[in-house]
Structure formats: C-alpha cells, structure tokens
C-alpha cells in the first residue's frame, strides 16, 4: 500500500472541502484534499442560489452566476413577484464554481487527490489519525495530525467513527437543467402547494438567457413524495410558469440530499472538524448552504491549521471554530426552522393567505426573510413596527426563536 503524510487530510472538495483546504494551505501547512469523483464537480447535486454579497466577498469571479433582481412565488391559484433595483441574489454555475475554489486551493498549496474513494478511517486511540482511500484498483494511505470532514450529506468520516448517525430530517431536491425558449434571466420562481410539493417547493432558476433549472424538494420523512417523479409530471404538464418557458430541452439531471436536522450534530473531536452538509450548516428555510460551507470551510481550516502548528489537535482546542460558527448562525437557523415549520403542509387556500403576506415585504425584507439573516433589532422592529398586522404577526414568530 503506497502511503503519504500529510499535517491535514480533508475528505470532499466540495465548497467546504475546497475553502477549508485553501485556508490551512495558505496557513503554511500541507494538505491533501481527496475527492472521489474524476473530477471536482463531475456531478451537482445543488441548485447553486446563494448571494451576491456573499459571491464577492469570497471572490468568485462574476463568470460564475446569474444575477436575479426578481424574486417571484406562485400557489396554484395566486402569483406575486417581489422585484429590486439591483441583483442581490445569485444562481451559480456549480461546477464552474467549486472547480475555482479547488483551483484556489491547488494554487495555495493543496495537494488534490480526484478519483480517491475513502474507504476505512486511520485511528490511534480511537483519534483520527488519517484514511486510507480506494484509487482505481490499489489503496492509499494517507497519513495525518488532523482530519476534516466534508464529505456532504453522507458524513463518511464521522459516521465511520461511530460519532454520528444518518440525519432523520433532510431535504431531497431533483432538478433538470434544461435550454428553454423563454428566460426571464434576472427572474426566479419558487412554486408552493401540493400539487408542486407537499412538503416543500418547486422551483425554476436561470442559469443565463437561455438556460434555467427546473426542481422539485420535498422534506423527508414529512412527505413519501418522489421529488424526481413529481418533477417529470410538473414538466410534463408544463404546471405554472413552466408553460412560460415555451419549448424545454433537457441538458442534465442533478439530484441532492441536504441535512435539515438543525444544531444537532456536534461538529469538532480530537483531532477531527466537521464542515458543511457534515455538520447540518444549511439554511432550513429553502436548504441552501454554499455560502455557509465556504464561510465556516475556512475557518475550520485556519483553526485546523494554527491547531496542527501548536501541537495540540485535541477537541478543546478546535472548538474556538464550533463557537464560531454557531455564534453566527445558531439564531439564524432557529428562527428559519420556525417558518419552514409554519410552511410545511399548509394547504393550497393556506398558502394564498402566506403570499399575500410575503407580498407586504419590501424587497430587502424579503432576502433577509428567505435567507434567514435578520438581525434581532431588525425583527424586533419589523415585529413591533411594521405598517401591516400579518408582517408583524410573521415576525412575531421568528422573534421567538431569537
């Protein structure tokens, strides 16, 4: 068995696998990033809507994503379109994207091993210590001071450890990536009610001007629904702004499952860190994460880093990124957990009575909603203060969770 050393192992070159990689490499410690895939990004498994803001300070390149400065939602009955005077949100060209952050992190150092399978997990005194990983036909050793964990939903180190089971409550989006004869490429659509999803959301995403995905999420275990078969009827039947798109030509088919089980996994052990899908960071309210996975990426990987430096890998002193993390995050999550509760299972005359709420909001209120990121003076205010009772009474329930 061929063997290498390195101060970190990092398993997964996702977002979070590929910003904690460029973190520590540029922190002057050597690191091996392992995907199993050929290639980074040879599958998506994400619709890719984050934030501008969020694009630019992290440095992806604007050949990256769509800009959207139209945020729409239909019921089957009713339509509202929330519009800005700039693009804030952002569609990303996933796998042009996570191939820049893996560039980013080869040109920092990194080591990137593609085609790397890990399959067994390297411990000494039931501490990680490395992974030995299937590379074609032949095993690999790769030896370590530390391990993080970004293998996504599947969580392959820490479950191997015995440390985490399966998530319970997860998210399962499908989603075609199709040409279309009509985009509206600053407009998203999310549709809501039963007929697209009953526990969840459809939606449609440009990708440019003449390319869009098209998906179907459903929450699980709340719904026994197939988000692949309901895609197909949905498209099939051109339901909603479908039918707008006029003639559709399939490209590729993506397929995801993304945690929403909330805080309930801790995430750093002796000489192991948890990031992204591994550690639950996803926003509950419409399951998005990239932004979360590259963010808390790196500082797990300078706090990885400045841990291997001094010698000391163990829990007590990787939890200064746990702490970080949470405390960025940890109210966010709660009060996004207690709309996408309100939403889960409303019924078609129900969701009428929600988009006539979410009509009332400006189109700032709006983002900061859908991507959980109020500040509590913020919702206090717009619990407090707001010129229309249902937006107050809205915010009333995200307040509590504060």
């Known amino acids: 068995m061929n063997e290498y050393d390195f101060d970190l192992v990092i398993v997964g070159a996702g977002p979070a696998g590929s910003s904690a990689a460029f973190a520590a490499s540029s922190e002057g ?8 895939e050929e290639a980074v990004a040879e599958t998506v498994r994400t619709s890719g809507v984050t934030w501008i803001e969020d694009a630019k300070e992290f440095g992806i390149p604007e ?50 091993f593609v085609n790397t399978n890990v399959i067994e997990i390297v411990t000494d005194n039931n501490k990680p210590v490395g992974v030995i990983a299937k590379v074609s036909e032949s095993q690999v050793k790769f030896n370590a001071k530390m391990v993080i964990d970004c293998s996504g939903f599947q969580s392959v180190v820490v479950k191997s450890l015995g440390l985490a089971e399966q998530w ?38 440009p990708v440019s001007k003449d390319t869009v995905r098209i998906g179907v999420g459903v929450g699980k275990p709340e719904s ?9 009827k949905l498209i099939e039947e051109k339901k909603g702004p479908i039918k707008d798109l006029g003639d559709i030509t399939k490209i590729e088919f993506h397929y995801g499952l993304i945690p929403n089980d909330g805080l309930s996994r801790k995430t750093v052990y002796d000489n192991l860190i948890l990031v992204g899908d591994s550690a639950g960071q996803a926003n509950p309210l419409v399951l998005e994460g990239i932004r979360y ?16 430096k001094s010698g000391d890998t163990t829990q007590k002193s990787l939890e200064p990124y746990e702490k970080n993390w949470k405390k960025a995050i940890e109210s966010k999550i709660n009060s996004a957990s207690k709309i996408q509760n309100r939403w889960i299972g409303l ?56």
Not at 373 to 392: C, E, G, M, N, Y
């Open 347 to 402: 019924t078609d005359e129900e969701w009428e009575k929600e988009l006539e709420v979410i009509s009332e909001l400006s189109a700032d209120e709006f983002l900061d909603f859908i991507r959980a990121d109020f500040s509590v003076s913020s919702i206090v205010r717009l619990a407090t203060h707001h010129p229309k009772l249902a937006v107050r009474q809205l915010f009333n329930i995200v307040k509590g969770s504060q």
């Open 29 to 36: 410690v050597s690191v091996a990033l392992l995907e199993k």
């Open 293 to 308: 996975a590259i963010r808390f990426g790196r500082v797990a990987g300078r706090t990885a880093a400045n841990a291997i």
């Open 63 to 112: 050949a990256c994503y769509n800009p959207i400065s139209n945020y729409s939602f239909c019921s089957p009955t009713k339509s509202v379109t929330i519009s800005d005077e700039k693009p804030k949100a952002v569609v990303l060209d996933v796998r042009k994207t996570y191939r820049h952050l893996a560039e980013e992190a080869q040109n920092s150092g990194t080591k990137l």
């Open 224 to 232: 026994d629904v197939d988000p692949t078969e309901r895609l197909d």
């Open 168 to 205: 319970g409550r997860f998210g399962a989006g499908a989603e075609y990536e199709v040409k279309a004869e009509n985009v509206q490429s600053d407009t998203w659509w999310l549709m809501v009610g039963q007929e697209y999803s009953p526990a969840g959301y459809a939606w449609i995403f």
